[in-house]
C-alpha cells in the first residue's frame, strides 16, 4: 500500500534535503570548507549563471543555507580538484567523481554536432589546432588564443569560431575548464585537470543515469518522476527505468503526497523534520526554485524570472529573489549590489498572503548580513511593492 504524506510533511522533507533547517542566512557560526564540502556534496551541483546584477547564482545557495562565508573557500571547491564545470543541470559545477557519469551526454552532444552542414563538420580543423594549442600551452581562456583573424560574429551569441571551437570540444569532453577568472572560463585538456581514474573511467549509459537519479532523488529527498528527472535535465523515458530499478531496491519509496496530482517517490534516506527554521533568500537559479512546477507544488508559490522580460512589462522587478521563512516561501525581493556606491538595493519588494507579522523583521535581519557578506555598508529599500514600507522600517530600526 502506498503511503500518504501531507504537503505540509513534504515541504518539509524537500527542504530538510537541501540543508535548510538551521537558521539559514540568520546564522552566527563560523562557516568553513568542511561545512561547504558537506553542503555541495549534498547538492551534489551548483548551477552557474552569468548575471551579476546581485551576486553569481553558485554561490548564493551557500549563503542561503549557511550564512555568510568567504567565498574564496567555495572557489577553492569550485575552481580546485575537488569539483569541475558541466552540463548538468544548465552550467553547473559538479562534483569530479560525477564528471563520468555524463559521457553518455557529451556523446550526444556529438553526434548531434558533427551532423552533415554542422560548423564542426565543417570547422575540423579549427577544433585539431585548439586541441593542439592547449597541448602545447597548457590551459587558456578563449581571448588568450583569439586573434584578429579568428574574431567575428560566429552562429552562437556572437562568439568568435575560437569560442565555438572550445564550447564544442567542452561539451564533447574534449576539452574541460580550469577555472574562472573574472568569469571567463579556461579551457585545459582532461588529462590537465582531471584524475587519471576519472579521465579513463567509463559508465554505461543506463548505470551512468541510474546513478544520476539516485543523486537527484536524494537531493530532492521527495519528488515527482519529473522533478528527479529535471535535476541532471534527463529525459523521462532515460529516468523512468532507472526509478524502478531503485524502487525495486528499497532505495525509492513510493507515495502519494497531498495535493500533488502525480505519483511520488521518498528517498529513504530522508529525514522527516518536524519543522524548519529558516530565514533565506533564494538565487533564481536555487534547486529549491528553479523548477518553477515544484516550487509552485511545494509553496504554492507562482515564480518566473523576468531578466528577459521587458521592463514595462515586468510585474516585480530585474532581478527577484524568493524570500523563504522557516517552510513557506512568502515574498521576493528585487535586489541589485550598487557596489559602487556600497549599497544594497532592495529595488522592490513584495509579500504573499502567507507572510508572518515577523517577517520584515527576520528579512531585515538577513539583509543586513548581506550587505556586509558582500562588503557593502548600508541597506537601501525604494518605496516599490506591497512588502516595501514594513521592510523599510525593519530595515531602519536598531
Do not use: C
Not at 211 to 226: D, F, N, P, R
Amino acid at each position: 500500500m502506498v503511503s500518504t504524506i501531507s504537503a505540509g510533511v513534504a515541504r518539509r522533507i524537500a527542504l530538510g534535503a537541501q540543508g535548510f533547517g538551521s537558521g539559514g542566512a540568520s546564522r552566527a557560526s563560523t562557516v568553513g570548507l568542511r561545512q561547504l564540502t558537506g553542503l555541495v556534496n549534498r547538492l551534489a551541483l551548483l548551477q552557474i549563471d552569468s548575471v551579476n546584477v546581485f551576486e553569481r547564482s553558485h554561490y548564493m545557495p551557500a549563503f542561503s543555507r549557511l550564512g555568510p562565508y568567504q567565498k574564496t573557500d567555495l572557489d577553492r571547491l569550485t575552481y580546485g580538484k575537488r569539483m569541475i564545470e558541466y552540463w548538468a543541470h544548465e552550467a553547473s559545477f559538479i562534483p569530479v567523481e560525477t564528471f563520468p557519469l555524463l559521457r553518455w551526454r557529451m556523446a550526444d552532444f556529438r553526434a548531434h554536432s558533427t551532423k552533415p552542414g554542422s560548423w564542426a563538420e565543417a570547422n575540423p580543423q579549427m577544433l585539431r589546432w585548439l586541441l593542439a594549442e592547449l597541448a602545447e600551452k597548457g590551459p587558456l581562456p578563449a581571448s588568450a588564443i583569439e586573434h584578429e583573424s579568428n574574431k567575428g560574429t560566429g552562429s552562437w551569441w556572437g562568439w568568435s569560431d575560437v569560442k565555438v571551437g572550445l564550447e564544442t570540444l567542452f561539451r564533447w569532453g574534449d576539452v574541460v575548464s580550469a577555472g574562472r577568472t573574472r568569469f571567463e572560463r579556461t579551457y585545459a585538456l582532461p588529462e590537465h585537470v582531471l584524475p587519471a581514474e576519472i579521465a579513463s573511467r567509463e559508465v554505461t549509459r543506463p548505470d551512468a543515469i541510474r546513478e544520476l537519479v539516485a543523486i537527484s532523488a536524494k537531493a530532492h529527498g521527495i519528488g515527482t518522476a519529473g522533478d528527479i528527472a529535471d535535476y541532471f535535465r534527463l529525459k523521462g523515458v532515460d529516468a523512468q527505468p532507472a526509478i524502478r530499478d531503485l524502487e525495486a531496491s528499497g532505495e525509492l519509496l513510493p507515495v502519494s503526497v497531498e495535493g500533488w496530482n502525480k505519483p511520488a517517490w521518498l528517498h529513504r534516506d530522508a529525514r522527516q523534520p518536524r519543522r524548519i527554521e529558516a530565514t533565506a533568500l533564494l538565487s533564481p537559479f536555487d534547486p529549491m526554485v528553479w523548477q518553477r512546477d515544484r516550487a509552485e507544488r511545494l509553496f504554492d508559490f507562482h515564480y518566473r524570472i523576468e531578466i528577459y522580460t521587458p521592463q514595462p512589462k515586468r510585474v516585480f522587478g530585474y532581478y527577484v529573489l524568493p524570500v523563504l521563512i522557516d517552510d513557506r516561501v512568502v515574498g521576493r525581493v528585487d535586489l541589485k549590489n550598487d557596489r559602487q556606491a556600497g549599497v544594497l538595493r532592495v529595488q522592490a519588494a513584495w509579500s504573499e498572503p502567507n507572510t508572518p507579522a515577523d517577517a520584515a523583521a527576520r528579512l531585515a535581519i538577513v539583509l543586513r548580513q548581506t550587505a556586509a557578506w558582500q562588503n557593502l555598508t548600508d541597506v537601501l529599500v525604494a518605496p516599490r511593492g506591497n512588502f516595501a514600507a514594513p521592510l523599510a522600517a525593519a530595515v531602519a530600526a536598531p
